[in-house]
């Protein structure tokens, strides 16, 4: 019994960790040089599985991209955006993301999943639109604050200096 309660205190610990950890050592930990490690990408996987199951709150969802190279399917979880009746995706790792680069090598077009299976296209927003998503996403996404050096109540001005770095796209349904 007390094996369960260690090993759900260590999986919550996981989970929240974009919470309690400095930004720093958050990123320095889960994403050395912008990329994410081994076990980053495991803790995805199971995120990404729960995403999809629905069980997850709705703005917790999967993506499905058909590999750029491999031309497997590559799955990970993100978090969505509703501003004005649109849906968008933020690549809080930049313009390399994998799940980024993949959709462009496919036209655009993916599967997100939250307990039903939606084909959806996705469409960049240009750099001068993306700041009140930036904003509204960094409220959102509590895992996706640390790869942001401003916090949730920053003024729109903080985002628009950073919104070239952080490609967002429009979730557009097929």
């Known amino acids: 019994m007390r094996w369960l309660v260690v090993a759900f205190a260590v999986l919550v610990a996981l989970l929240t960790m ?44 999967s993506l499905e991209t058909r590999g750029r190279r491999s031309g497997q399917v590559r799955r990970v979880p993100l978090v969505m955006v509703q501003m004005g009746g649109e849906r968008f995706l933020v690549s809080i790792l930049g313009d390399k993301a994998d799940w980024l680069l993949n959709a462009e090598a496919n036209g655009g077009e993916a599967v997100l999943r939250h307990g039903v299976v939606e084909e959806v296209r996705l469409e960049p927003v240009p750099v001068g639109d993306r700041t009140p998503i930036l904003k509204a996403y960094v409220k959102r996404a509590p895992g996706g604050r640390p790869h942001f050096d401003i916090g949730p109540d ?21």
């Open 18 to 61: 974009a919470l309690w950890m400095p930004k720093r050592w958050y990123r320095a930990l889960l994403y050395p040089g912008g990329r994410p490690t081994r076990f980053t990408t495991r803790l995805n996987s199971f995120s990404s599985w729960l995403g999809s199951l629905g069980v997850a709150p709705s703005f917790l969802v």
């Open 154 to 174: 920053a003024p729109l001005q903080e985002f628009a200096q950073v919104a070239e770095h952080y490609p967002v796209v429009r979730v557009i349904p097929r």
